[in-house]
């Protein structure tokens, strides 16, 4: 039996993934930054939490871990390499590594860079992948921890999944992304239609997650560093693929449209 997934917006602009396992009735929640909007959701779902899946070890991910953990007697799994920062962890976890939540599997990808540890948990069986925040729709994090060649290896990780992978990304910056996007690419359609989507989805009301990954490696900047069109356009023919992501994040971070 797949996953059942509940999406909903736990407060400001983070995204909280609810995942229940029909076969035995455990339930995920991916991240934690609030535990009340989280719990009350579990409870109108009458859903049992049972494990916390914790990305990275910003406060906005893992700030309810504890309070979810000592009410439900949930299990906190988290990155290997970020453990101490979050406390609480029950289950550490590394690239090439898998969790349970109940029957259903869970694979860890490495995605340092946002975070060093940062990890990402991919369900093969659905093709749903929750990546908190080192992949956003249109966009991906800020290198706050990390270095291009292994943030932009841990995309290259991301982007080899299955086209068709839904995008359960940690924040809802999508129009944002799209107007740095278009700055730098602009002449880009599937860029062009995600935009236009976006727009329409948040003026009514709806979501832009989940996206999808075959969509993002057409539209997406983050994801196509290799791109010999994107290279030119960044005046780097012929770089290093890294080198080309690296020059894209800096214009991010500067970017004021």
Known sequence: MALILDVFQPFSDNYGFLLHDQASGATATVDAGEAEPIAERARQKGWRLTDILITHHHSDHTAGAAALKSEFGARIT????????????????????????????????????????????????????????????????????GEPKSMWAGLERLRALPDDTKIYCGHEYTLANARFALSIDPDNAALQARAAEAGVLLATGGQTIPAVLGLEKAANPFLRADDPGLMARMGLAGAAPHEVFAALRRAKDSFKG
């Open 78 to 145: 988290g990155p290997t390499a970020e453990a101490d920062k979050i406390g609480g962890v029950d289950n550490k976890v590394s690239n090439g590594d898998h969790v349970m939540v109940g029957d259903s599997r869970l694979d860890i990808i490495g995605v340092p860079g946002h975070t060093l540890g940062h990890i990402a948990y991919f369900d093969e069986k659905g093709l749903h992948l929750f990546c908190g925040d080192a992949l956003f729709s249109l966009g991906c994090g800020r290198m706050f921890e």
